[in-house]
């Protein structure tokens, strides 16, 4: 399984308190046993290529695939996923390989563009994509439709923690929506907790917002449709 970095604890604490008491499930924290490297960009696919003998065309490694595989002849677990919603890889290996992946990989992308981003920028291009995070857009407060993952639930499924209550999600449609807004002003940007106001009344919240690199800020807020008529 793979997740959030900083809800770590709580998965654990979830998956601890559902763990059968026969002993027939174990459990492994990975932790810092993994260090990751992502790589991003239209020109990602090919960069992987020049680093594995594995196929790694769109037909043989399509998104959200979780692949074992060398690369730069270190042993991997790559995933195709990213953050910034573009073609990307996630890249983990062990402490003591993670150097040499990333020096094969600024090698290996020089005449490609190759260039750093770092943690700030990418939660701003994630923004652009709705991409939800933990902590703001994903808490336990919301349901699986609330937060937008209503495709992750396969509900055709004959049982399985929260069913039913995923099921009564389904009917109503929930309380509340996620929804992504591109903000009209170019001298503030939207920090997140800002009210949203409509005819008068507080229909919802900014959940997180800022820069867009295309031009104007963004957010992502949450709202309540039954307030707005719509």
Not at 115 to 143: C, D, Q, S
Not at 180 to 201: C, K, M, T, Y
Request: net charge neutral.
């Amino acid at each position: 399984m793979w997740g959030s970095s900083q809800a770590q604890i709580y998965h654990m604490r979830w998956f601890e308190a559902q763990q059968p008491a026969d002993g027939s499930v174990r459990l492994h924290r990975f932790d810092m046993g993994l260090g990751g490297l992502s790589i991003a960009g239209p020109r990602s696919r090919e960069l992987l290529a020049r680093l594995t003998d594995e196929d790694v065309s769109p037909t043989a490694f399509r998104f959200m695939d979780h692949r074992q595989m060398e690369v730069a002849n270190c042993p991997a677990l790559v995933n195709r996923v990213t953050y910034t919603g573009d073609l990307g890889y996630e890249i983990w290996v062990a402490p003591e390989y993670q150097r040499r992946l990333y020096e094969r990989i600024c090698a290996a992308g020089q005449d490609l563009g190759l260039v750093h981003f770092g943690m700030r920028a990418l939660l701003l291009l994630r923004l652009e994509k709705n991409f939800p995070t933990w902590y703001r857009e994903l808490r336990p407060i919301y349901g699986a439709f609330e937060a937008g993952l209503d495709r992750f639930v396969d509900l055709s499924k004959p049982d399985f923690i929260g069913r039913e209550a995923a099921l009564a999600e389904k009917a109503t449609g929930g309380k509340l929506r996620r929804i992504s807004f591109a903000v009209d002003a170019l001298d503030a940007d939207v920090l997140g907790d800002e009210p949203i106001w409509h005819d008068g009344n507080v229909i919802g919240w900014i959940t997180s917002g800022g820069y867009g690199h295309y031009g104007r800020p963004v957010a992502c807020p949450r709202i309540r449709p039954c307030d707005t008529g719509r």
